[in-house]
């Protein structure tokens, strides 16, 4: 008696290429989903470490009369003896007074993700303290002086990201799905939707951009002009002043 063994056929080629289809259509539908959700867990993170920012410079405002800037770097200095490099024009450089002055010795409230940045290794000891891309936000003063948290509450001290780290006060609506991350003068955070014809954001009043002064704007009539610290990013990113003049100012706020 011959026995024959039935053998199943594999799939054909049309029925690969179906599961193929498939595979690829349902990847398609899900991975804009797990992009979104890992943006919004980034934005979660920067908008918290925007709060841990705001604490300690409100701190330092209480002890030293203003938000960092050049003659705050002096003082700070003579009081503390910090080896740490205080002077220069980052925002990298104005937050190293937090560090020197003892109101954080943590780096990690710097980060936010954001291209050219990456995660600060906690090393705050001379040369390491706020390297290169440790930082992700941006840093506002009044020409070369600190502004205080007097004035208007709504006006902003920190932001990110900005758009190709830039001081034009232009916003990058990739890293936090089109949101822009502000700390205001009255340590609150907020979360603003970024602008698709100019990437600016609406800070409240009738013009909207970020280093604008006078009447309709946050700022008012401002004694000096906004002037946006870059963090100083990998790859070049981060540079000087920009976004105001550059003459010395006034350091109260109406």
Do not use: C
């Not at 804009?32 to 934005?43: G, L, N, S, T, Y």
């Amino acid at each position: 008696m011959n026995m024959h063994k039935k053998i199943r056929p594999g799939f054909t080629l049309v029925e690969l290429l179906v599961v193929i289809v498939i595979i690829a259509a349902l990847a398609g539908l899900t991975a804009p989903m797990v992009i979104r959700q890992r943006k919004k867990a980034d934005q979660t993170e920067a908008v918290s470490n925007a709060r841990q920012i705001g604490l300690a410079l409100f701190e330092f405002e209480t002890e030293y009369a203003s938000f960092p800037d050049s003659d705050t770097a002096q003082e700070v200095n003579d009081r503390t003896g910090s080896p740490l490099n205080l002077g220069g024009t980052t925002s990298n450089d104005y937050f190293r007074q937090l560090i020197a002055a003892n109101f954080t010795q943590s780096e990690r409230m710097f980060y936010a993700k954001i291209p050219g940045s990456r995660k600060p290794d906690d090393n705050i000891s001379g040369t390491d303290a706020l390297k290169q891309g440790e930082v992700g936000y941006a840093y506002l003063t009044n020409n070369n002086l600190g502004f205080s948290s007097a004035g208007n509450s709504s006006r902003p001290i920190v932001v990110t990201p900005l758009l190709n780290n830039s001081t034009n006060g232009k916003f990058d609506p990739g890293p936090f799905d089109g949101k822009a991350i502000v700390l205001r003068m009255d340590n609150s955070v907020t979360s603003l939707d970024i602008r698709q014809d100019n990437n600016e954001v609406n800070l409240g009043g009738a013009n909207t951009g970020l280093t604008t002064t006078g009447q309709d704007t946050v700022w008012g009539n401002l004694d000096g002009s906004v002037t946006i610290r870059p963090p100083d990013l990998r790859g070049g990113g981060g540079g000087g002043g920009g976004g105001g003049n550059t003459g010395t100012g006034s350091r109260l706020v109406d």
